[in-house]
């Protein structure tokens, strides 16, 4: 099982950013995504959820409006496209795949995201 976040890297406020999470090793449909963070010396943080069937998202508070989750199960590839974003917002992101049904959780090992100018 393998999943292999991209896409992170060095932006000035106000810019974008979209990271790219790619899975194999399981049956990508089938499992919920999210994105989650976590800064050095704090607890990790959800910033967004896709559902495995219908597409139905969740997002913590202080990203709605601003980061949108999409995924694309041909592809096995989920995506987190950030905009407007803020100094608070540098951190490292993950990506996590949870199933409902067998509750297997599987993480990514992370990539960087760092706003400033």
């Known amino acids: 099982v393998q999943l292999v976040e991209s896409g992170g890297g060095l932006v000035q406020p106000g810019g974008s950013l979209r990271l790219s999470c790619a899975a194999s090793?399981?049956?990508?449909?089938?499992?919920?995504m999210s994105w989650y963070r976590q800064a050095p010396g704090k607890e990790r943080e959800l910033v967004a959820t896709?559902?495995?069937?219908?597409?139905?998202?969740n997002y913590a508070d202080s990203m709605k409006g601003r980061f949108t989750i999409s995924r694309d199960n041909a592809k096995n590839t989920v995506y987190l496209q950030m905009n407007r974003l803020e100094p608070k917002d540098t951190t490292v992101y993950y990506c996590d795949a949870y199933s409902r049904r067998s509750a297997r959780v599987y993480w990514g090992q992370g990539t960087q995201v760092t706003v400033s100018s």
């Open positions: 896709i559902m495995s069937a219908g597409g139905l998202t």
């Open positions: 090793g399981f049956t990508f449909s089938l499992y919920d």
